[in-house]
């Protein structure tokens, strides 16, 4: 069943007014002290049908730290450069661990369960740190945010990114820690430094939604016909997103929204309704399991009123 565009931009406009006048709003998360100064308030909500329909709701303009989101460009980036190979670095079962959790490590012998925890995410860093140096790792990792949202006003909040470089010690002694079973090649410094960058990439729903375009459509942009990675991986990279998207909440976002999602701590998501539409979520207060709690909601009712889950 087709959506209309009137219609999508009727459900958009409506949840994004139902969520900002909730009361529960989740709890901003504090960890990285730069993330605490932002506002519970907002909410922001974006939807580009395959048309290039863009239908928005709320502060879809007002640019975000991504955060988590990144992990899924840095894996999309990284297969690029190294294909399957990146597969004996880091696992893709979900961990049912949070985002953070060092416990698999010692089982494991270094190697993370998915590239979205942290541990995996950092050893996916340190692939594409075997083929630039740090600065250059990061530019490319920004240049290619700027080309998938068609949007080269695109940075690192470096406020941001200097609160982690600060405090981010749990991520040092994953980084460490994997660096002692040999899973971590590069300096931990300069893993860790492109890492809380990468992770400090600010945008708006509006660019993480174009930006999210390729996955929603078979690994390229039907806008612009340009092709980013081959069908079986846009399927694939989906397909982890769905069950390792949301750390040891991803049940429950596949259970409630039905669709492929990644969440950040900086509270946005972006989720993928398969040859349908590309979404783009932000609302600053977390659950429990450091995801986006309006957005989460946002989304199920999105997807339920529009009959988007792939189940
Ligand atoms: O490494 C961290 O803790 C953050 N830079 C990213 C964590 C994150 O976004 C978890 N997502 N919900």
């Not at 209309?4 to 998360?29: C, K, Q, W």
């Not at 996916?124 to 140096?133: A, C, E, Q, W």
């Not at 429950?252 to 039905?258: K, N």
Request: overall charge neutral; aromatic content about 8%.
């Amino acid at each position: 069943m087709n959506t209309s565009a009137s219609r999508l931009e009727s459900v958009v406009r409506e949840i994004a007014e139902e969520m900002r006048a909730r009361p529960d709003r989740g709890e901003v998360a504090t960890y990285i002290p730069e993330l605490a100064r932002v506002d519970p308030g907002a909410f922001g909500l974006v939807v580009i049908d395959a048309d290039g329909t863009v239908a928005a709701g709320g502060d879809s303009d007002v640019p975000f730290s991504i955060q988590s989101i990144s992990k899924v460009f840095t894996l999309t980036l990284a297969l690029g450069m190294v294909g399957d190979r990146l597969w004996r670095r880091v696992g893709r079962e979900p961990s049912g661990s949070p985002f953070n959790s060092i416990v698999q490590l010692e089982y494991e012998r270094g190697i993370p369960r998915n590239p979205f925890i942290n541990a995996g995410a950092i050893a996916v860093t340190d692939l594409i740190l075997s083929r630039h140096k740090p600065r250059e790792a990061l530019g490319e990792i920004l240049r290619f945010m700027q080309v998938l949202a068609q949007d080269s006003s695109i940075v690192i909040d470096e406020a941001v990114a200097a609160s982690e470089q600060r405090t981010g010690f749990r991520n040092g002694a994953l980084a460490h820690y994997m660096k002692s079973f040999g899973v971590i090649e590069n300096p931990v410094e300069y893993v860790l430094g492109v890492y809380f960058h990468h992770c400090a990439i600010a945008m708006t729903c509006r660019q993480l939604a174009t930006a999210g375009r390729f996955l929603a459509h078979a690994g390229r942009d039907p806008t612009t016909g340009h092709s980013v990675v081959p069908p079986e991986r846009a399927r694939r990279i989906n397909a982890v997103m769905l069950t390792c998207g949301h750390y040891d909440g991803s049940g429950e976002f596949a259970y409630r929204v039905g669709l492929p999602g990644k969440s950040g701590v900086g509270g946005g998501i972006l989720a993928v309704a398969p040859g349908k539409a590309s979404i783009a979520v932000w609302s600053p207060g977390l659950d429990a399991a450091g995801n986006s709690h309006l957005g989460r909601i946002a989304l199920e009712a999105l997807t339920r009123r529009l009959g988007w889950s792939i189940f």
